[in-house]
């Protein structure tokens, strides 16, 4: 991901991370998100199929004692992240010193709309967001188990 080109994250992706930011209030949340390519998007026709969006959150543990050891989260697999998700309760809509940083970081704040959502780089560029109306590939693994 380029640093100045937009991000593109889906509706259901944002709205499901303002979901469990309110219900997280006023505690913060930190959480991993990871890409699929436009081209395997429904709705996404309108992008260049190589074009990354963020679809996917990897929901934090509660105990996060057995799952994280110096820093590391054991819960994602390694690399399989190339986003993260802060809930700012108190209203900072920017990147803080305090941050986990990722290449592209998604800060929140109260009311937990979808216009109190922002996208910054690495270094706390703030970042072009837009959010589709696309839906990701369903999952055969959840298929075969939704029965």
């Known amino acids: 991901m380029s640093r100045d080109r937009p991000v593109f994250v889906t509706e259901g992706l944002v709205d499901a991370l303002l979901e469990y930011a309110a219900q997280e209030d006023p505690e913060s949340l930190s959480m991993a998100l ?16 190589d074009t990354p969006v963020f679809t996917d959150l990897y929901v934090p543990q509660q105990d996060r004692s057995v799952n994280a050891v110096f820093g590391m989260d054991f819960t994602i697999p390694p690399r399989q992240t190339q ?6 309760p108190d209203g900072t809509a920017d990147v803080t010193r305090e941050d986990d940083l990722h290449e592209v970081i998604l800060v929140a704040v109260p009311p937990w709309e979808r216009d109190d959502v922002r996208a910054f780089n690495r270094s706390g560029k703030q970042l072009s967001l837009d959010v589709l109306d696309a839906v990701p590939p369903a999952d055969p693994f959840e298929d075969d188990y939704s029965r």
Do not use: C, K, Q, Y
């Open 34 to 49: 990871s890409i699929t390519p436009a081209g395997d998007l429904e709705g996404a026709d309108d992008l260049d199929p």
């Open 83 to 88: 986003g993260r998700f802060l809930s700012h």
